[in-house]
């Protein structure tokens, strides 16, 4: 008798192993200037464990009103806050929401007239600052969350890192397994006070009892694309994203890391996962 084992094909890309467990074959993973560019370092941030489900870790990331709100005091540290309950949202003219190719792109436009705006790569990873964050669900209520972070070469030489190092970062929340209401979350740091929104929802947030407005534009969005692209799915198509065409993958995708490296620059880690 033989015996075969399951296996899936695995490619190693900036410091991270890449399984593909669809059917065959395997589509290419896309040429997003975070995993390809050669002038600068990669690091790896592995989060702790996020207790819930991944997809409100996404809502989240196509809702940019929060940032005024729930990180008003992380954002931009040391500034005062005259009213905690509108936080920062009066420095914000417009939100907007569009689609490209590889996603869905969010957009504040501020009074000053300053314009912060970067995309979902769909379906699970939001490009910010000079990171990308990669959402791998666990099963349906525990989800790994990975940062890729690039630092360009101030002089744009070829610095790419073959070992790309690792940095694991300690529980946001204490007991470190506990879940809303038993666990206490550390509310100093912007990608805690993310982790605390994403599971006090519950391990399944609960979408019955939602009270959406109108800067709930872009979750709106991110549903209703991903209802549609199941269905691309279930009908045999490719969904957004899959890229098969190795001429299609020969150019670098821009996700405005340039940027988006320079906007965040002043403001450095603060300003992860708005
Ligand atoms: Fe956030």
Redesign the pocket.
Known sequence: MTVKHKSYPVQKLAGLYWAYLGPEPAPLIPNFDIWFRKDGRRKIFIQPQLDCNWFQAME?SMDPA??EI??QITAEPGRPIENSTRGLTDDVSAFDFYEVPYGLMKRRTYKSGMVDEHPVIFPNILRQGNSAQIRVPMDDTHTKVYFVRFFPAEDGTVAENEEVPVEYIRPYKHPPDALHPYAKFRMDL?QA??HM?WETQGPIADRTRERLTSSDRGVVMLRQVMMREIKKLQEGQDPMGVVRDPRQNATMVDTFLTETIRQFAHIGDSAI??
């Open positions: 989240n929060h940032l729930l990180h912007v006070q993310d929104a996962n708005q």
